[in-house]
């Protein structure tokens, strides 16, 4: 289904162009297409790789509710204390990491889930020439939850640091294009300036709603 949604909105945001092709195919485009207007992008994020960020982070919210946490709530699933371990989410307490021993099969999906978008991320060998994104990623599956960044909802906070770091590589590779020798003259490539130039006022149709005042042409 996530895949299915993620060919109907690339064929939707191709209309513009379908005179040349039906499909937008380059695959720098495709993956700026997706990133959020913030990152300069469009915003119709790649359900496919959503799909695991935000089960992951359900599935966290909901188990830190499970248990009884030792200091304000009751869980609601306290039948489950031994699968998490009691205590796993007092305050320092071990979270996740009874979870992960267990053999039950919603722990192996939340640990691919978890580590392959760490994976993907590459948070065991990042490039020290650039920043790692912070983020709750950057903590591993046993952990996961502790901290969440600005008090954004889990699940945000995961986008946001996926995002980040998708967004810093695009930027690495239109910037590496070649130039182009066009009619006896070299210019950047055009997917490269377009990205560069770029900002807050080129990037606004991406997020701003029509209005009323704006009328189309019949």
Sequence with gaps: MAAQIDAALLRAVSIPQCEISPLIT???????????ARHKGLGPRNR??????????????????FVHDGAVKYGFFVGLTDLFGDGAFVKDGHSFATFLQ???PYARALERAWDG????????????AM?????PLSIPMD????????????????????ETYDAKHLDLELKA??????RGKTMPDPRTTSWTEADKVSRGFAYDYPLPAWPLPA
């Excluded at 978008?117 to 020290?128: A, K, V």
């Design 131 to 135: 920043p790692l994104p912070k983020g």
């Design 26 to 36: 380059d695959h720098l485009v495709r993956r700026r297409i997706c990133l959020p």
């Design 102 to 104: 267990s053999a039950v």
């Design 177 to 182: 294009l070649p130039r182009l020798r066009i």
């Design 48 to 65: 496919t790789e959503l799909a695991p960020r935000a089960w992951s982070a359900s599935f966290i919210k909901a188990a830190e509710l």
């Design 143 to 162: 952990r996961a939850g502790d901290r969440e960044e600005g008090g954004q909802s889990l699940q945000h906070a995961i986008c946001e640091q996926a």
């Design 117 to 128: 978008e760490r994976s993907r991320l590459g948070l065991n060998t990042w490039d020290l």
